[in-house]
């Protein structure tokens, strides 16, 4: 009789464990939560937050005018990366001036260019809160795409410029698995990151073409 | 039962006292690292007194806004884990009372005698345990079924559940055993099934 009572006590544990079982942690909406708890819990960061949303822009526009300038002036230069078959038919002729090679860098590359800069520069406060969010990750993804597509594109023609895409794909690339890591290996991760973008001065580049603009200015 | 262990185990390894003291001034990053250390546990204990997941976001979300709107009034005489724990139990109480008041107004319209747990399919003569089980962990007093998922569902020790419930271990330790005995006896008829 007892055994058969305890044999119904574990059953009974069984089925206990199933009560209103909640989700494996990863599928909890964690992120989400804490969007709704920042707005109403730190309401005074707002005004923050809305300028942070800026940065981007405001880096896009220091570093994009910059590089645009920088190559506007090694377009002029006998350095210059080999003209497309369309540039070269456009330089030959006689009446407009020579197109340089920086016309690639068109506006949209150069705003692409700031908001890497900016995320980067983001990354490890991002990472002190344990994880970057979920408007970090979607932007991450967002400058890898593009990323690629310049790397295809007339932009990565340019030697210095192709280097400079290829270093930040590696990065970029990285950035983006840290959404599917886990703590311990998040952390390794974020350190692999800070090397890569020590060991091949990824941000400093991007800050010498501003220097570099504001130089010649 | 095998107990998770689950609140041990994810102890914060962080220094609370002085990631406080950063949210107090104000820093929204320190907020989102204490959030991190506690919200799982958090989530999961409202999952098992409501047994929905969007109220429990709902719950969630909320004990963490209180938690920080007062955090002022933390005076680190318990652990944070033990004040937010207790912050999670008011607010659920406090709202499962009117969600328990609104089911039941809806089960009477649809005539049923039995009041149904908030998430599940349960009907009133399934005869599946789990089910059965379900329907008598709802019937429990509130206290009882608190202490019964903290302890033998979330792995909470009497200790911890006693900080949180702001009562004796002992009391606590009645409480579990007057739940199981409830729910011994509600099963009763399927424990003859059972050993027969």
Redesign the interface.
Known sequence: MTDRNDSFDDLLHDALRNYNRPPDEREMPLDDMWQSIQVQAFPGRSRVSRYARWLPVAAALVVGIGIGRWTLVRGGQPTTPQPTTAQATVATSPAPAPEPASQSLDPATSRYLGQAAALLIALPAEANVGRPDQPFMKRANELLLTTRLLLDSQSGNDPAMRNLLEDLELVLVQVVRLEKERQPSRRTELELIQQALDQRDVIPRLRSAASEYAADD | ?TRTAFALQTTPQVNEPELIARVLA?D??A???L??AH??RV??LA?????D?EL??EF??DT??RA??RLADFRGDAAFSTWIHRITITVVANAMRKVRRLRERETDLADLDAVL?V?SSVRRLDPD??DR??KA?DALPEIYRIT??MH??EGYTHTEIAEVLGVAEGTCKSRLSAARAQ??AA?ADF?KE??S
Request: charged share 25%; proline share 5%; net charge positive.
């Open positions: 039962m104000g929204r990053l907020g989102r690292e959030y991190n919200a799982p989530f999961r999952y098992r007194l409501t047994g997941a429990a976001r969630t979300q963490f806004v920080f709107q747990p998430n345990l789990r089980l379900a962990i019964l998922i033998d569902m729910l011994r099963l424990a059972y050993e």
